[in-house]
């Protein structure tokens, strides 16, 4: 076990001093050299807190580009199934029936993108599901429509749907 003599110090550590042995003096400037040295360790610990906390922002928007890279790709084939059937489905309107739906799908498409990369940002969702989300939403919608088309059959039957009603 090491003597006494051999035990050095840091300059940090915190010495016992009896304040009755003290002059009013020496008293103060104790006081002083303490509430120094606190405000020292809590600034320190705030500025290791402010970094700690800068990581973590980071990392959560490498996590949000990251995922939004690859579901924006993803989207793409979604969104083709999407509008490749309704081209062959819509028959009545022309050009301009499949292009309006397709163009109100697309909107919410990009509405749900933005949601759900506003509610991953502020940590309301993983940033995988924020990403993600838009295209689990439209992918039944796609597989629907491709079944749709393959079968020849229309989305909706209006004279089926009129006929219910009679």
């Known amino acids: ?37 606190l405000r020292t360790k809590i600034n320190s610990t705030e500025r290791q807190i402010g970094i700690k906390e ?23 084939i979604i969104l083709f199934f999407i509008g490749a059937p309704l081209g062959a489905i819509v028959k009545k309107g022309g050009f301009g029936a499949p292009v309006v739906i397709a163009a109100l799908l697309f909107m919410i ?8 990369d506003g509610m991953a940002q502020k940590e309301v969702i993983s940033p995988f599901f924020g990403m993600w989300g838009p295209n689990f939403v439209l992918a039944p919608f796609a597989i629907f429509l491709m079944i749709s ?3 020849d059959k229309s989305v909706v039957d209006l004279n089926k749907f009129i006929s219910r009603f009679k």
């Open 109 to 116: 498409y990009f509405v749900l993108i933005s949601l759900g």
């Open 1 to 37: 076990m090491p003597s006494d003599d051999k035990v050095k110090l840091r300059e940090d550590t915190v010495r016992i001093f009896d304040i009755n042995d003290m002059t009013s003096e020496e008293e103060k400037k104790s006081y002083v050299h303490l509430k120094t040295t």
């Open 54 to 76: 800068s990581r973590y922002k980071a990392l959560r928007k490498f996590e949000i580009e990251f995922h939004r890279k690859f579901s924006l790709s993803f989207s793409i």
């Open 149 to 151: 088309a393959a079968n």
